[in-house]
């Protein structure tokens, strides 16, 4: 048996032992953190709907109305006519005939890696897609094909040697969650269709924050249901709330819900959670104003940062990485940060590769600019040490 102690050890003198915070209130920029004061940057809930009032308002009545837990699987009796509403005002939302509700995005991108595929099939995928969409390669049996980054020409080289033999999955995530770069789908949904592949796309991140209408990455490329098949959307991000869902054509849908094993054999959402998911979706839809304040923040963040010759990443996203490259770097320098009451999360491998420990920066449409100003002004305090390690 392997010696936890020993390998605890190990990992802290690594500087790469992960502990938990300890939030007190609601996720909100002005937040108290294990006691202390702080102004965030490390939150997901890019629209800042996670605390909205409407959103609290739906979930306590819906809690009223239909009580907490769902109390079966969706197959069972645990779908409720509000998880069903959810599913038809994303699918509208998207543009899509169906979608399916998941009680993760962990478990909507298992769920549909594995019911699509298993033994003697291909399954493709960036060396820097999230964990969960590793997991769904990995568990799926389905021979793995991983990529560099970005690197369209060693995924046509993965595909055409595949061959014939098998069904093959492209799996994309579409906004790096640790970097914040868009992959090429485009190209991505060219090579699919060449290789006579399909192609799912995780766009968590990308969900109700890209594209005219919040639709997402697929908007903001301009891409349909036959160059991407298979969406995964989350709601535990810009949506505010909990949960995720696949968008496809009614056969996929069908599917899903008769294969997916871990779909099948799980507790429904509460139905509450939905409800509040719903309002969420309103918002998106009439709130433009999220959106367009959340990316300006990231053009002025973006211009500080430059002027202060830091080493921004190539991001259009709310997700806004500073490179710091070695780990006990990024924590020194998150930690300096929070001395000044600014929490930024420090991420290190083995989340992101080696040597390239970053400060991970995101931001809210919760975020005033007074906000982004201040983090500036602290983080032109702590130059010498973000810029000192990469040089
Ligand atoms: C956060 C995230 C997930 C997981 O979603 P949860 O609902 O938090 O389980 C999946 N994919 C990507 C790309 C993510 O960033």
Redesign the pocket.
């Known amino acids: 048996m392997k010696d936890l102690k020993q390998a605890l050890e190990a990992r802290r003198q690594q500087h790469l032992y992960r502990q938990r915070r300890v939030i007190a209130g609601p996720q909100q920029p002005h937040a108290r953190i294990d006691g202390q004061e702080v102004l965030s940057f490390c939150s997901?809930d890019y629209l800042g709907l996670a605390n909205h009032p409407r959103v609290i308002q739906a979930f306590q009545q819906a809690a009223n109305d239909y009580g907490v837990g769902s109390g079966a699987a969706h197959l069972v009796n645990g779908h409720s006519h509000v998880h069903h509403q959810l599913e038809e005002e994303l699918a509208a939302f998207v543009g899509r005939p169906r979608a399916l509700l998941f009680s993760?995005?962990?478990?909507a991108?298992i769920g549909t890696v594995n019911a699509l595929l298993g033994r003697g099939d291909h399954v493709f995928e960036d060396r820097l897609n999230?964990a969960?969409?590793i997991d769904a390669g990995l568990i799926s049996q389905a021979s793995f094909q991983r990529y560099n980054h970005a690197d369209l020409a060693a995924l046509a080289n993965r595909l055409k040697k595949a061959g014939d033999s098998g069904d093959k999955l492209i799996v994309a995530?579409a906004?790096f969650?640790m970097d914040g770069d868009l992959a090429p789908l485009p190209q991505m949904a060219q090579l699919a269709q060449e290789h006579n592949s399909w192609l799912m796309v995780?766009d968590?991140?990308g969900f109700g924050v890209l594209g005219e209408h919040g639709q997402g990455s697929l908007e903001h490329f301009g891409l349909n249901l036959q160059q991407v098949p298979i969406l995964?959307g989350?709601?535990?991000?810009a949506m505010g709330t909990?949960?995720?869902f696949v968008a496809g054509d009614e056969d996929l849908i069908e599917y899903l819900i008769n294969e997916a094993r871990i779909y099948i054999s799980t507790t429904a959402m509460p139905p509450a959670v939905a409800e509040a998911t719903r309002t969420s979706l309103q918002l998106v839809s009439e709130e433009s104003w999220r959106r367009a304040h959340v990316l300006a923040l990231v053009a002025r963040f973006r211009s500080g940062a430059q002027q202060l010759g830091l080493n921004i990443m190539p991001s259009i996203t709310p997700i806004q990485p500073l490179l710091v490259g070695e780990a006990d770097t990024a924590i020194s320098a998150s930690e300096a940060l929070l001395q000044q009451g600014i929490l930024v999360s420090a991420i290190r491998p083995p989340t992101v590769p080696k040597a390239t420990a970053r400060l991970r920066i995101t931001f809210s449409a919760a975020h005033s600019e007074e906000d982004v100003d201040r983090l500036l002004t602290v983080l032109e305090s702590i130059h010498p040490m973000l810029n000192g390690a990469l040089s």
């Open positions: 997901n993760t995005g962990y478990m991108n999230h969960s969409l995530d906004v969650s995780d968590a991140h995964i989350t709601l535990g991000k909990a949960g995720a």
